[in-house]
């Protein structure tokens, strides 16, 4: 019971199991409370909680009594009062311990209208500071009305559908103070081997009740929202008809899942919806005391609203980023083992996540899915923390910027979670080819669309696979034809655009990443396209170097040989097809010059258009939800 490693089973292959593991790292740490470390660890059928040095005796003897959640508080219509809804307890039982014992949720509603109200009077460079933490008052006290509740999206979540069972098992956690250190270890003996025996458990914790006068304990409601896989009427063991009651398990282990989503997972809405997601962090080998720290930025990172497939995107790639910015601010510390040289991943697989279509007062589990980290964070020093941090800013701002209502972006939003889904750069070269056609469309429109920078792309490419990329991207005839292509498509276009500005025009290739992806499957095919569009480029070069020396004579204004192409070498075109022959992929050095090629230089500042604001979208207020504590 005492020692150095517990256990949860992965019994459901949901995140339920996660939630669970989470849970009892929180209960473990509460326990050693500083005296040891606690690491999540996943060694395949189960998630082990390994604590060092081991837990004592009497630290669990000796053990205060602590709370993992704070009881919701709701107004109750019929008894025109307020309520503890799934207890016997009263508001007024409950001493106000620093807010962490008992809610008020309309009290908390109230104060997110306030506050969203206030955020939305701020300038863009405000909010940003808001969020970061940063827009103060004279006195230094931080601006505006107090901020939301941290748990505001689990209290929504959970009301009214799961208010009952959420304070049940706060509510059986809270009677067992008075035997607490017995309490724990019948938590420690489920946990100190696997498979885990809940049984036993359960019928200790029984005789425990009887021993000191408890009552006899409640089964617990294995709630959705905690379980995505368990429905009424869907795990009956025997092939009949039953009325499709609540499935029922042992308290102690809903317990764990509930403060494990808690501390270990986030549930947000889908915009313009009342449906829900819900994700959870999937540890490899996560150390508790960084995850708390991480878990804090990802959250405040984690407002605002977004469509369905954005949230998944999202929430892979802001909590990548609240990792770097961990250990960023960490820079004296150590961590050069435990980082450097390893892929975000390597510490935090993925989150699993579940899908819930809203019925009103009820929930239904519509999909169980999993997305992974990005396995190209990967820095090897300091410096490199930084590169990859503006790295992900530019596919944040990328992603954000897409509309999952109109069947292109969607297509597009799609591609790019395959990519991070699969850890395979073939969906993300689909996403840069189609992409590169959406930016013309949307430019010719006269709309802004944000580029990928060839810097981020190198910082992709040579990350997730550096022996075979990076003498690809490295090559000087590589570069010169990206740049044959982004002059005659992206650039063009800008120019055409700013007629008035530019005395300098080319043609625009419409379609011309598209024309080179679909060639690409063949060798020859491929060459012939690509140095059929090179011909046409060299032409259009010459052609405009005649004209304007018939107008300009010889010597050329500065201003206007500034605007004058490059050529592509004979060399430029024997660099590349001996990359083709080298590699044996045509496709893949396709797809790379369409992506470099539709990408901004960073030196080209003066050909770009910039973004008229910002991309942060305010948080969604409270407004109006089913949160009326009905049931």
């Known amino acids: 019971m005492f020692q150095s490693t517990y256990y949860i089973d992965k019994s459901s292959n949901t995140f339920a199991d996660n939630l669970a593991a989470f849970g009892l790292a929180f209960v473990l740490a509460g326990i050693a409370d500083k005296r040891a470390t606690i690491r999540l660890e996943d060694q395949g ?139 724990l270890k019948i938590l420690l003996q489920m946990t100190a081997r696997t498979p885990n025996d809940l049984e036993e458990a359960e019928r200790v914790w029984l005789k425990a009740c009887k021993d000191h006068g408890l009552g006899k304990p409640k089964d617990a409601t294995a709630s959705q929202l905690l379980n995505p896989a368990q429905g009424k009427g869907v795990n009956n063991t025997k092939a009949e008809w039953r009325d499709p009651n609540n499935i029922k398990g042992f308290w102690l282990l809903e317990w764990l899942k509930l403060v494990g989503l808690r501390y270990g997972g986030i549930t947000r809405l889908v915009r313009n919806s009342k449906d829900r997601k819900t994700y959870a962090l999937v540890p490899v080998r996560l150390d508790w005391g960084r995850h708390v720290d991480v878990m804090a930025k990802f959250q405040r990172a984690m407002v605002g609203s977004a469509s369905a497939v954005q949230l998944d995107i999202l929430a892979a790639l802001r909590y990548t980023q609240a ?7 960490a820079r004296g510390e150590d961590l050069e083992a435990e980082l450097f040289g390893h892929s975000a991943a390597d510490l935090v697989g993925g989150m699993q996540m579940a899908f819930y279509k809203s019925l009103g007062n009820a929930i239904a589990t519509m999909n169980i899915a999993s997305i992974n980290l990005p396995r190209w964070v990967k820095p090897h020093d300091h410096d490199e923390l930084s590169q990859l941090h503006a790295a992900l800013d530019e596919h944040l701002a990328i992603v954000r910027n897409l509309d999952e209502t109109r069947g292109d972006q969607f ?55 550096e022996r075979v990329l990076s003498r690809i991207v490295q090559s000087e005839g590589f570069r010169n034809i990206a740049y044959a292509i982004r002059q005659a498509t992206i650039t063009a276009q800008y120019r055409k655009a700013k007629k008035d500005k530019f005395k300098l025009r080319y043609e625009v290739h419409y379609g011309l990443g598209q024309q080179l992806a679909r060639k690409a499957n063949y060798r020859n095919d491929f060459v012939a396209e690509l140095t059929d569009f090179l011909r046409q480029y ?63 230089e960073p030196y080209e500042g003066q050909d770009e258009e910039k973004p008229a604001g910002d991309d942060l979208e305010l948080p969604e207020a409270a407004g109006d939800d089913a949160g009326t504590g009905e049931e």
């Open 411 to 465: 297509e597009l939003l799609s591609r790019y979670r395959d990519f991070l889904s699969a850890n395979d750069l073939k969906p993300f070269f689909d996403f840069t080819t189609a992409y590169s056609g959406f930016i013309i469309s949307q430019r010719e429109s006269g709309k802004y669309v944000r580029q990928f920078s060839t810097t981020t792309l190198e910082v992709l490419f040579m990350n997730s696979n």
């Open 323 to 329: 990792l770097l910015e961990h250990y960023e601010a």
């Open 45 to 183: 059928g189960v998630f082990a909680l390994v604590c060092e040095p081991a837990l004592r005796r009497e630290w669990v003897e000796q053990c205060r009594f602590f709370t993992g959640a704070p009881f919701l508080v709701t107004y109750d219509n019929k008894t025109q009062s307020k309520m503890i809804k799934g207890t016997s307890l009263a508001a007024n039982d409950l001493p106000q311990q620093g807010g962490d014992l008992v809610t008020d949720y309309q009290a908390e509603k109230e104060n997110n209208a306030t506050y969203f109200a206030w955020l939305k009077t701020l300038s863009a460079e405000d909010r940003r500071k808001v969020m970061r933490g940063e827009l103060r008052t004279a006195d230094g006290a931080p601006a505006g009305p107090s901020a939301p509740h941290r748990d505001w999206d689990l209290f929504r979540a959970v009301n009214p559908a799961a208010l009952q069972s959420y304070n049940a098992l706060l509510a059986e956690w809270w009677r067992g103070q008075g035997v607490f250190p017995d309490l």
């Open 538 to 600: 060299n032409a259009e070069n010459s052609q405009k170097l005649e004209d304007l020396s018939k107008r300009y004579g010889e010597v050329l204004p500065a201003e206007i040989r500034r605007l004058m192409r490059r050529n592509v070498k004979v060399t430029d075109i024997d660099d590349i097809v001996r990359l083709i022959d080298e590699y044996r992929d045509p496709r893949l050095i396709c797809n790379m010059l369409v992506a470099y090629g539709y990408a901004r």
